[in-house]
Nanobody, 121 residues
Framework: QVQLVESGGGLVQAGGSLRLSCATS????????MAWFRQAPGKEREIVGY????????YYADSVKGRFTISRDNAKNTVYLQMDSLKLEDTAVYYC??????????????WGQGTQVAVSS
């Protein structure tokens, strides 16, 4: 059974930083791309970015480029989202997802339960 568990969310002031983690189990983690998505209140879920299966290719949405960094530790079956220079508009529930086998991006077949990030002024 594939499981993804996000952690690290919370309340932070604008300009601050948070690091989200997504621990996985039940799949050969190092063979899959991993992605982060977010969903703000009243908005559709959007992709934040992804990292390919060997961690050499990443993609970021324009809204987070230069502020967020995705990394992975295949020995720990964990993917991270480092969020710096946080803005009010980064407030959302953040989800990790399992992406393509030996690839980058999707399809995204497995999802975590999400972790709330709230940015205050």
């Amino acid at each position: 059974q594939v499981q993804l568990v996000e952690s690290g969310g919370g309340l932070v002031q604008a300009g601050g930083s948070l690091r989200l983690s997504c621990a996985t189990s039940g799949l050969p983690f190092s063979n899959y791309a991993m992605a982060w998505f977010r969903q703000a209140p009243g908005k559709e879920r959007e992709i934040v970015g992804y990292i390919n299966w060997i961690g050499l290719v990443t993609y970021y949405a324009d809204s987070v480029k230069g502020r967020f960094t995705i990394s992975r530790d295949n020995a720990k079956n964990t993917v991270y989202l480092q969020m710096d220079s946080l803005k009010l508009e980064d407030t959302a529930v953040y989800y990790c997802a399992v992406g393509a086998y030996h690839g980058a991006g999707g399809p995204y077949d497995f999802w975590g339960q999400g972790t709330q990030v709230a940015v205050s002024s």
